[in-house]
């Protein structure tokens, strides 16, 4: 039986075809995408250093694709929710998809700031998010109002908030909080170039001297409780709303599979089968991603 893959379904490194995807979608059920729109290519503007007072984004594995993919699966996951359960007001929603547009451009920097890399950022790029939000959001064309809901959506996807203790004003604010700490650890792990981009993920914690990773292959071992940690948090604290992509799926595409855990559940054994073979490096398996990405990698080594 061939694999099931999220790729197949949609590319979401053709941006203008993902963004009309996700108006498809929204537009089901809302009204007014505009602002969504504008905001998409102003933040991809923003990541590619066309943003006054911003530089280009510098961390390849926090980049605009991973806020894509990010954005994607806030949208199924709001989709999925809305045909199994109700669904949720436009303002929650609206503000959902500008906070997962907007979650992680804490990494990049401003033109001064002419020191190494947004990877210095990486224990303080949530709060850096919210303020370029509430900095920024009049030149975003986001009114005011949405700005407290978007702050806690982006607040959620911070590993180390407790997200239990978060001042939400409704039962629907917290989900749609747990629907971009979802969306973000979705839209990473269940990449099919995940593990290529765990390097890149390793030289932007050395540049932000988080602890334990020394060498780039404790990336690799360390991802297995980095899963385990993830399915525990996304099933327990984030209401276990990654159920609702199967939803999505079923409906969009009549297929009867939460393909995002699918693809995850992929990457991870065969991270393991990485891990228990010690006969060769274990960078000679990590082939899967394009020559681009190949070419980064290896300056990364050349240069460290």
Not at 251 to 275: D, E, F, P
Request: a neutral charge; aromatic letters at 12%; one cysteine or more.
């Amino acid at each position: 039986m061939q694999q099931l893959q999220l790729s197949k379904l949609l590319n979401t490194h053709d941006h203008e075809k993902t963004l009309e995807e996700i108006k498809t979608i929204y537009t089901k059920y809302y009204s007014s995408f505009e602002t969504i729109e504008s905001c998409f290519f102003l933040i991809r503007d923003l990541f590619e250093g066309k943003f006054p007072g911003y530089q280009k984004c510098n961390t390849q594995y926090h980049d605009f694709q991973h806020t894509v993919d990010a954005t994607v699966a806030a949208i199924r996951i709001l989709d999925g929710y809305n045909i199994r359960r109700k669904i949720m007001p436009q303002k929650i929603a609206y503000s959902l998809i500008l906070a997962s547009l907007l979650h992680d451009v804490g990494y990049i920097q401003e033109d001064w700031d002419t020191e190494g890399t947004g990877a210095k950022y990486t224990s303080v790029h949530v709060q850096r998010s919210v303020d370029f939000v509430k900095r920024h959001y009049d030149k975003l064309g986001i009114d005011a109002e949405y700005i407290p809901l978007m702050a806690l959506c982006i607040q959620s996807t911070g590993l180390s908030a407790k997200f239990d203790e978060m001042e939400f004003v409704s039962r629907e604010h917290r989900i749609a909080g747990a629907m971009m700490g979802t969306a973000d650890l979705l839209g990473q792990m269940s990449d099919r170039e995940y593990l290529e981009k765990l390097l890149f993920l390793y030289y932007e914690f050395k540049e932000a001297a988080i602890p334990g990773y020394t060498t780039e292959f404790d990336i690799i071992r360390k991802t297995i409780d980095f899963y385990v940690m993830t399915v525990k948090r996304m099933k327990s604290t984030l209401l276990n709303v990654q159920q609702y992509c199967l939803y999505h799926f079923d409906n969009q595409y009549g297929i009867h599979s939460n393909l995002y855990m699918l693809a995850i559940n992929r990457n991870i054994r065969y991270i393991k089968k990485i891990i228990a073979d010690e006969s060769t490096n274990f960078r000679h398996k990590l082939k899967r991603g394009d020559q681009y990405q190949l070419h980064m990698l290896s300056q990364k080594t050349l240069h460290h």
